[in-house]
């Protein structure tokens, strides 16, 4: 067994992600049958392999480097529209800092 | 015009221009389409009528005043639900974003409606775009059309589907381990999964950024070529999309494919391939060479390390960029005492089993310890299933696989185990490790009837040449074999 109970517990706190005791087990189950597929990868010896990190696009001139300029959107009602709890022009959420 | 027509781009142009019907009717008639098959098969999550109608007024205006007309004037298209589009309802497949309109469209979008496409709503996906079968939507699976107590394939499956049961033209989806051509396969559809950087992102929701791209599904090949011509290019607000010149795909499509060197990798041939596939991937083989290709038996000798790197790669990238999803400014929130736990529950209920379970491994490979075990190892061996690619298209000019070893399965058939699921993705994660083009073609059915795809590979920045291929192996009865 690679992974425990504590093990998802430990990471769905690092995750920000409330998950309820047959979860828990569920998934201990389903990351140990995929860790122990991914130990696949020890087959092969990639000593010196550089990785690959993103196919990264053929760019035949500069455009990807631009000035950095400030472009007006004017989109603050349309997106706190979405907003569970918005007080434009900002989103709300429960108290971080204690007076 | 009964309700099971076929239209081609070319069709629908022929016959605006003719004046058999306007751009309002042709609307009003794929909403009906829709209306009668929608409850069925669950294709559409959202409508746009309101947007429809005013573009196709547009185009009659266009028609009236005797205007030139741009290439796709009038083409009723659909959208998956994790493209952007201003004012509609953009789900993802997911509760944590019921009832999300996004402010501004898709580069890909606005691309399209510039050249007179018609958007006629949101098409269901697995959530966030994770899943091959599209069983994972919060919204209940797409039926296969072919079928319908089949799954359409995923993630992609309500693009495809949509395209195969007549309720759009084209559409958009979007691929990261196979997510458009595999349900392009199973529905028995034309599917690109064009190479990386080639067509904008810019109002693509996020999955797996290293590996997600925008590509077609149609009826036809040339079909497909005319989205590409459409969609494909530099965008400056996208940096990951390339500058390299667009050909003309139409143009290209009429040469002979004499000549053409075709790859086929022994190693893609091996267990777990379904026998009917393999016969009809066979007839496919035999049918490019009778076209005039060359044969050659090439190695891709790390192809059994692809689907252990690709989801290390994916989930490790799924757990950053879903990060964003914590009830502060879209979708439903669930309070919590403290800001913290707000988070947790809101992500506890607004994620789905498959989202969550990916968001978990994501988060494991890339948590202290474990970094270079897993994320690093991976991409180590993603470098060395892209030299795969290199060296053989250093041999052949393209490569000639199954697009899914399977034809569709039964719903709820492979719900219980989701390594066997994430195995099944074999032949189209290798191409998207590697960044390159890739096409599904209809190369006949299964003898109960199920859609077989043939999958062509092309080196980075050849489309051109995979629907060139594609296009002629359509044109000589594929989907027939």
Redo the contacts between chains.
Sequence with gaps: MK?SRE??L???A???????DS?VD??RG??D???T??D?????D?TG???????V?????D??L?DDVVVR?D?IT??L?????PEAPY?R????IEK | MSASTTWTIPEVRAALDARKISAREMVKDFYARIEKRNAELNIYLALSPDRAFAQADRIDAAIAAGDALPSLAGVPVAVKDVISTRGIPTTCGSRILE???P??DATAVTRLEQAGAIVLGKTNCDEFAMGSSNENSAYGPVRNPVATDHVPGGSSGGSAAAVAANLAVVALGTDTGGSVRQPGSFCGVTALNPS??RVSRYGLIAYAS?LDRIGPFASTVRDAAMVMSVISG?D?RD???????VPDYIAGLARPLHGLRIGIPDDYFGEGIDPEVRKKIEAGIALLEKLGCRRVSIRMP?T??A???Y??IATAEA?SNL?RY????????V???????????T???G?G?EV??R???G??VL?AGYYDA?Y?????????I?RDFREAFEKVDAIVTPTSPVPAFRLGERTAN??QM?LADIYTVTGS???VPGISVPSGKTSSGLPVGLQIYGP??GEDRVLHMAHAFEQAGGQDL
């Design positions: 992974i093990d998802v430990k990471v769905a690092l995750a920000n992600l409330e998950l309820s979860e569920t998934y389903h990351l049958d995929i860790l597929y991914i696949k990868l020890n087959e092969i990639t392999v550089e990785p690959l990190t993103q196919v696009a053929v760019s035949t001139d455009s990807a631009r959107a989109i349309e997106v529209r979405g907003a569970p709890d989103f959420v429960p108290r971080v | 009832g999300y309109r402010a501004y990386y950087g290293s530099r400056p940096s990951t999309s390339a500058s390299v010149p790390n059994e390390y689907i252990a790197a989801y290390i757990s990060a914590d009830g502060v400014r879209y979708g439903p929130r309070p919590g005492a403290t800001l913290i736990e707000m988070y947790q529950k992500r506890g209920r994620f089993a969550k379970r968001i978990v491994l988060t494991y948590s897993y690093l190892k991976g991409q180590k061996v993603r470098a060395l892209a989701p390594l994430y490790l590697a960044g980075a920045f």
